[in-house]
């Protein structure tokens, strides 16, 4: 592992600084950490990190507030990519702070001159840098989008009824709320607050999250008539410069490639400036590691490179270098048997103890997807292909792994109850050792006898037979679900449509935990009772995934619905980030209001389902080199998607889409009616695709 991080350091000159990733060296290293570090900074630093905290209040409560309306929407979303300035401010300057949060500030033993302007930096501040925490007072960045209140009372309040005045109202709504959750650095975005819910405490919502990002991201990229790619870049970018910090917890330093969980963008008063504070678990709620936050990272860099066409940004040297020192973090060797990646527990959009350590389906997916996207964006050379060379080589053994071991349906559940234990050797049908008894009783009434899905978790004697819709979304997209396999989930979802979607999509994970499971597998976390949060609770966000994975195994209906569903109520509801229930009625007990992902979810679902090309975006192809299991059949295994497999799932979308553009309306309508061979769903797809009539 170590060889391999200093071949890497090795090939990519360090003092290569582009000018894309502006002023990277001019945000300090501050990492938000606790416990010994923190003890040993001085208790004057404490009080002004409360301080600073007050001073975040008083500025989210006076800040200068922006009328929202319509007009101003179009021109705030230019203003996004031209950083015009918003209303009340100088020309080319970012919102002010109050004078109250000025004054706040100690005066600096060296002085400030002005320093700090954008892409300078003077000795001055290069000497105030070593002892930044002791002397300066961290304020909220002034160019933090907009006021909170702001937006509640005055911006789109109005429409609050947005699902009755038509979706494209609760679009336009969705995009105002979005754009006001921007974050700037130096008066370019660079993300957006988790939430703007003036009413809760902000915790970390007022940061920016790699995870909470990517809906956001794809929003901006799918957005018509003129996309924001920019946003994506300098995302991409300022998280790229945080993976480059050195990354301390007590002492104990952070493997290279770790990405942060979220930062947030602080105003150094001294130096007159933006600086960047970025959280990697350290100060996170039961300190979790954010493995997720590297493969995100990794797979947006495909949507933006697919989307843009902009391949200046994967190649450059200090990108492929990042992706590079991800890959080496999670493809070191280790004492492992499996190909799947160890994870510990809240390593990922669950981030808090659910049982999902070990080989949770929601990392390993979104693992198989980040080496697919690397493979494509990795720059051959010969240290790179070593690199790609481990890749395909854990591609094909993570594929075989989890399509044949995290696979259940029907009939693998009867193998499973039927299992011999104790079998040794290889030849072991029974290879983990799985006692029958531990199968728990809600999985015989819940497997249909059409459908099937990814576990949530295999290891030596276990198996958590646990539903989780990320793990089995991304499995679609990435193709590490077969077609059939894809089909087959498709199938689970309309057949516990009550359970899965309920009245407001989605469940993040089926069924909760409860009694005496709840308390020892969630250590009594009270946010995680039973159907709420992260336990059995529903994600409006969740319905840009489950799109995209409709979409690409042609079954758009499903996500439809959905939809349908999520436009009756979550502007109505003010854009919860959860909601609790077995049905999901009930808005989320501690649920933030005004949730950015809640928001950007729903806006990317709506563009790919008007528009499913965007699928692109976000889908891989079948990779036709990795084997399929030879895997026991259910009914959705047998009957027409054996013999007629949905073509949409052979023909990867895009391709297709691209053929159909090029065929008249005409031809397709005598195709259509002709290929009765051809599944309904997809011949449905077509004809939306193409709004064209359907042969009588
Ligand atoms: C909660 C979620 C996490 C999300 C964060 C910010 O902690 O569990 O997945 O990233 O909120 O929205």
Not at 5 to 33: A, C, G, R, W, Y
Not at 39 to 46: D, I, Q, T, V, Y
Not at 190 to 219: H, I, K, M
Not at 349 to 365: K, S
Request: include cysteine; proline fraction near 5%; charge should be neutral.
């Amino acid at each position: 592992m170590a060889s391999s991080l200093n071949e890497v350091d090795d090939k990519i000159p360090s003092s290569l600084i582009d000018e894309l990733q502006f002023d990277m060296d001019d945000d300090q290293p501050m990492i938000e950490t606790s416990g010994a570090e923190k003890s040993l900074s001085s208790k004057a630093s404490a009080q002004q990190s409360d301080t600073a905290e007050e001073v975040w209040r008083t500025i989210e409560n006076n800040r200068v507030r922006f009328p929202m309306n319509r007009d101003d929407h179009r021109e705030g979303l230019k203003r996004a990519t031209t950083f015009k300035s918003p209303p009340g401010s100088e020309a080319g300057e970012v919102p002010t702070t109050d004078d109250s949060s000025k004054q706040s500030t100690p005066t600096s033993p060296t002085g400030t001159d002005g320093g700090g302007r954008d892409g300078e930096s003077s000795d001055k501040e290069k000497a105030g840098r070593g002892s930044l925490e002791n002397k300066t007072i961290l304020k909220p960045s002034p160019s933090v989008g907009t006021s909170l209140l702001n937006l509640v009372n005055e911006g789109t309040g109005a429409k609050a009824n947005g699902a009755e005045n038509g979706s494209s109202s609760m679009m336009d709504e969705a995009w105002e709320r979005l754009r006001s959750s921007f974050v700037y650095f130096q008066k370019k975005p660079v993300g957006t607050l988790a939430a703007v819910d003036p009413s809760a405490e902000a915790l970390n919502y007022n940061q920016v999250f790699v995870r909470d990002f990517v809906p956001t991201a794809l929003a901006c990229l799918m957005k018509v008539p003129d996309p924001e790619p920019e946003i994506v870049k300098n995302f991409l970018l300022k998280t790229l410069h945080l993976q480059g910090w050195k990354k301390t917890i007590d002492n104990f330093t952070l493997g290279e490639g770790v990405m942060p969980a979220s930062f947030k963008v602080m105003y150094d008063s001294f130096q007159e400036k933006d600086v960047l504070k970025a959280d990697f678990g350290g100060s996170a709620i039961g300190r979790v590691a954010p493995v997720d936050s590297g493969f995100w990272w990794i797979i947006l860099l495909r949507s933006y490179t697919k989307c843009t066409g902009d391949y200046t940004l994967s190649e450059k040297p200090e990108v492929q270098k990042g992706m590079k020192l991800i890959l080496n973090l999670c493809l070191s060797d280790g004492f492992d048997t499996f190909p799947t990646l160890l994870c510990a527990d809240g390593c990922s959009m669950i981030d808090r103890r659910m049982g999902i350590y070990g080989y949770p389906i929601e990392i390993q997916a979104l693992f198989f997807f980040a080496l697919r996207c690397a493979q494509q964006m990795l720059k051959q050379d010969t240290d790179s292909n070593r690199l790609i060379g481990r890749i395909e080589r854990r591609i094909t053994a993570l594929s075989y792994h989890i399509r044949n071991y995290y696979w259940l349906d029907f009939t693998q559940l009867n193998n499973i109850y039927r299992y011999k234990t104790e079998e040794y050797s290889h030849t072991a049908v029974n290879k983990f050792n799985v006692i029958p008894e531990s199968i728990p009783d809600w999985v015989f009434d819940f497997m249909p006898l059409r459908g099937g899905y990814f576990i949530g978790n295999v290891s030596p004697a276990r198996m958590d037979f646990r539903w989780f819709l990320i793990g089995n979304c991304i499995a679609i997209l990435s193709s590490l679900a077969t077609p059939a396999q894809a089909t087959a989930i498709m199938d689970l979802v309309e057949e516990r449509w009550e359970d899965l979607i309920g009245e407001m999509p989605l469940k993040i994970a089926y069924p909760a935990l409860e009694g005496y499971q709840w308390r020892i597998v969630t250590g009594c976390d009270p946010k995680n009772i039973r159907w709420s949060y992260h336990n059995g609770g529903s994600w409006p966000v969740l319905l840009w995934l489950l799109t995209a994975a409709c979409i690409k195994a042609g079954r758009p209906q499903i996500a439809k619905r959905a939809i349908e569903l999520v436009e009756q109520r979550l502007s109505k509801d003010g854009w919860p980030e959860y909601y609790d229930g077995k049905k999901g009625r009930y808005i989320g007990k501690q649920a933030r209001k005004y949730q950015t992902w809640s928001i950007s979810g729903y806006l990317v679902a709506k563009l790919m389902i008007e528009n499913p090309s965007n699928l692109a975006m976000i889908s891989l192809e079948e990779d036709k080199k990795i084997e399929k299991p030879r895997l026991t059949r259910s009914a959705s295994w047998s009957c027409s998607s054996t013999l007629f497999p949905r073509i949409s799932q052979v023909w990867q979308f895009s391709t297709f889409s691209q053929l159909l553009g090029c065929l008249n309306k005409r031809i397709i309508q005598i195709l259509v009616r002709r290929c009765s061979l051809f599944h309904v769903s997809f011949t449905s797809l077509l004809l939306e695709s193409l709004q064209v009539q359907p042969p009588l």
